[in-house]
């Protein structure tokens, strides 16, 4: 077999093979025997003719086609393991010169994992966010605990800060209902900031049975492009004023919320969890800045077929989290204020940024020689087989192979990036 290799591309090949007589031969010898196993010959038990027997009873043209596609499917993964490359999809195959007994030539194209370059992966320079909690965050907790203690009593006078209307509302742009801009009895606490500025204001002072018109502008940064700085009119009946009475922040209120002998001991308690909670989303920060520094430190092309399987996997996870809503995709575009076009562009950003970073990090772990046990696979699909105990489906995605190799493949990833926490952390000194 003579290989000859043209690069189209940072992530794809193409292969021009040329196979000897001796290889034709061998292909041509399996086709008969395989064209042959049904084949009745007489004095022959069915399929037991000697091959050149069985070969003058079948059709020249039958022999010489299934032999060229087992040359052509026995060589091609050979071709590319010679010529060190891994393609990421079954190669195209395209027979250029096809001469039973004497010659075949056939070109495979494919993308291939592509060569990496990795930059440097120690001495990052990445910053960490701060965990410190401020008396203020302590505060924020202890309002939100009262809050869900207040007690509330309707009231026959005018809405002030701080008291719960119940509303129905109707959100229009240009004299049209807009979806997502209505609710009926919705309960708004006045000065929570819940709604767009002048909302919750423009409610203050009126009282149940009052209509009112509140024609507000959005943010500019609205997270729905079509309403972002767009001008529109709320049509608000407000049907019931409610009275909030919250409770004093005192002793008695932290026995209420567990084990507490006293505020001091609840707000030392508040303190523990938001600092343990900065830190996790600190740590995951730090993550994510370090991948993404050794990313840009790095030449990485990215394969079109990695590319299109991340974004399928976005849309996926998208679309499953919409149904759980009982939405379409097209509901989530619809609230995202977006166009099929816009989202795409926008996840292929996302979508190219991920292979970048599993490649990267797929590289590092080759280099640095990270691997993981074949016990802690296991135990990670033992862990998963007790969550999926309930849906047989899942449970029998967990038996394929593939779905191993995919969990050893995240295991290693996490184990990397682990690692290169612990080379850009300062060294810590007894």
Known sequence: MKTTIKKLSATKVELKVTLSPAELERAKNQAIDRLSQDLRVPGFRKGKAPRKVAAQH????????????????????????????????????????????????????AEILPE???????????????????PADIQEILDRIATSYAKKQTVKRPAA?????????????????????????????????HFIPGFEDGLVGKASGDKVELPLTFPKDYHNKNLAGA???????????NQVTKPKQDDALAKKCG???????LKAD?????????????LEHYKDSLVNALVAGS???TPDILVSDQLNFIKEDITRNAASRGQKFEDYLAEAGQTVEEWEKEATKLATARVKASLALQVLAREQNITVEDQVVEAKIAELRDVYQKSPEALKNLQDPRVHADIRNRLTIEKTVDYLVSVNSPAKTS
């Open 58 to 109: 079948l059709s020249a043209n039958d022999i010489n086609s299934t032999a060229a596609d087992i040359a052509v499917r026995t060589t091609v993964p050979v071709a590319f393991t010679e010529a060190k490359l891994n393609p990421l999809v079954i190669p195209n195959v395209n027979i250029t010169k096809y001469v039973p007994d004497e010659t075949l030539e056939y070109v495979a194209t």
């Open 116 to 134: 990496v370059k990795l930059g440097k992966f120690k001495k990052l320079k990445v910053k960490k966010l701060p965990t410190a909690v401020s």
């Open 161 to 193: 800060l701080g008291d719960e209307v119940i509303i129905d509302f109707v959100g229009k742009k240009d004299d049209i209902a807009f979806d997502g801009g209505s609710a009926k009895d919705y309960a708004l606490t006045l000065g929570s900031n």
């Open 231 to 241: 001008k529109v009119v709320f049509e608000v009946l407000v049907k019931q004023v």
């Open 259 to 265: 084990p507490f002998k006293n505020l001091t001991e």
């Open 270 to 282: 508040i303190k523990k969890n938001l600092t343990a909670q900065n830190e996790a989303r600190a």
């Open 299 to 301: 030449k990485i092309p």
